[in-house]
């Protein structure tokens, strides 16, 4: 037999397949659960915006047609709710196809990338595929060290990437510290901030706005999705905010229609529901605090978060069957083995209701185990 995994880029064999979160049906199928809630795959547990549903709705009789393959009213969305320009906006599948293009388009195995340890799985993924070295940063406290992930730029690094707030441990880098390095940094050198849980960390005194940064840094990158706080994971839709030059590269090396026309008409109509946006940050800003609280009367350790989940060390529990029992009781959480973290569970901060049934399991699954 032919072997084709010989065949394939170098790289292809030496990344694991992405390990989504457990789908609800499957646990209702497996474990014969009527009610599952997921608190996995840090989707939004109150839906998208009514009024992305409507549009979403009425696009769909227009199925027949090919999305418009450059998105304009959507990127006109942008320019009159943000001021980002047209030109400097890639839409793609979700967030993950635009981190996809990028290193498509600029990493190839003459060239090496930063990444921060516990960092988002895609940018390592993304970096081997092309047969670049991957120079993995430890972390200082829990977040990224800017001075540590600079001393390690070199003349061959072509991206530094960062999920701010990050993925899978949720910390965020004080948007000044940022700032600063990106004065430093070669601009030979692109340096990605993925954006994915942004809406959930902007509501800081702090907080400084990256994109209004775009004029003044050539080679940054900003990588924003509508799969988090706007609640349209399942219609796949995000955005890349780069220089013209590159967004205009990124735009030939994507299918023309990558985007498909309910997600743009979801996208746009979300937009405009603030009211929805709102409800959603509140939310998780306030039951953040109490999964903060609940782990101190547990006297467990919860990594300080900044976005839409949690991580929390189970240290002498067993988290892996912590998880377990959770799934018996219809609840879904991540354990982050595959990120080495086998002490760690992620989870996804839901609705009140459905962290107190949560909360409940975890009271009795930790009193069973002491
Ligand atoms: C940090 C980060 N970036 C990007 C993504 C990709 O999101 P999407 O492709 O749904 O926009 C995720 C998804 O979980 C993420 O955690």
């Given amino acids: 037999m032919t072997n084709y995994s010989a065949l394939a880029k170098g790289g292809l064999t030496r990344i694991r397949p992405y390990q989504a979160g457990k789908p609800i049906e499957e646990v209702q199928r497996e474990l014969g659960i009527k009610e599952v809630i997921k608190l ?35 990127k006109q969305k942008l320019f009159e709710k943000w001021e980002y320009d047209p030109n400097t906006i890639t839409l793609g599948a979700g967030s993950n196809e635009l981190i996809n293009l ?8 003459d060239c090496n990338v930063v990444i921060p340890e516990y960092s988002f799985v895609v940018y390592s993924m993304e970096a081997t595929v092309s047969g670049a070295m991957v120079k993995n940063i430890p972390l200082k406290n829990w977040v990224a060290d800017l001075d540590a992930v600079y001393e390690a730029i070199d003349e061959n ?30 601009k030979s050198t692109l340096v990605v901030i993925d954006e994915a849980y942004n809406e959930f960390n902007a509501d800081k005194d702090d907080y400084l706005d990256t994109a209004s940064w775009m004029g003044e840094f050539e080679n940054l990158v900003i990588s924003r999705t509508f799969s988090k706080a706007y609640g349209l994971a399942g219609l796949r839709i995000g955005y890349m905010l780069t220089n013209p030059e590159i967004a205009s590269l990124l735009n030939r090396l994507r299918a023309p229609f990558n985007v498909n ?3 743009l008409a979801a996208a746009c109509a979300a937009l405009d529901d603030e009211e929805h946006l709102k409800v959603v940050v509140e939310n998780n800003t306030c039951e953040r605090a109490r999964y903060q ?62 962290n107190d049934k949560l909360f409940a399991a975890l009271d009795d699954i930790l009193t069973e185990n002491k």
């Fill in 40 to 74: 996995a795959s840090n989707e939004n547990p109150f839906g998208m915006s009514p009024k992305a549903l409507e549009a979403a709705k009425k696009s769909i009789e227009d199925g027949h047609f090919y999305p418009d393959s450059n998105g304009f009213y959507l």
């Fill in 102 to 109: 990028l290193f498509q388009a600029f990493v190839g195995d």
């Fill in 157 to 186: 690094t072509r991206v530094v990437a960062f999920a701010n707030p990050s993925n899978p441990i949720g910390t965020a880098i004080e948007t000044k510290a940022l700032y600063e390095f990106l004065k430093k940094v070669p």
């Fill in 261 to 263: 026309l309910v997600a």
């Fill in 293 to 354: 609280a609940f782990c101190q009367k547990h006297n467990l350790f919860m990594i300080p978060s900044c976005a839409n989940f949690v991580a929390i060390d189970f240290k002498e529990y067993d988290a892996q069957s912590i998880a377990d029992k959770l799934l018996h009781r219809g609840i879904i959480v991540r354990p982050l083995l595959g990120y080495k973290l086998q002490d760690i569970l992620r989870i996804s901060i839901g609705t009140k209701e459905q």
